[in-house]
């Protein structure tokens, strides 16, 4: 994948809250558009989306850039 986007995948380990900081991470890369966002997703009910909150639906709603949305295996 290096080789064809030049540049590579980063992983990097962080506190704070989860939709956040990734969206932080994503908009580090100082070119004023987001960088590709990658989101897992566990398929919650909507009673439990608005008591838990969503990182995957705070992210989708913030990116400056695209994101995939990786639905949970059922």
Known sequence: M???LGSHPEARLV????AEEIL??????????GSLV?????GLGVL???LLGSVST???R???GPVLLCPQRR
């Open 2 to 4: 290096g080789r064809l």
């Open 15 to 18: 506190e704070g809250d989860p």
């Open 24 to 33: 932080r991470a994503a908009s580090g890369d100082g070119s004023g558009r």
């Open 38 to 42: 990658a989101v897992g997703s566990r």
């Open 48 to 50: 439990d989306r608005l």
């Open 58 to 60: 705070k992210v989708l």
């Open 62 to 64: 913030a990116a400056e």
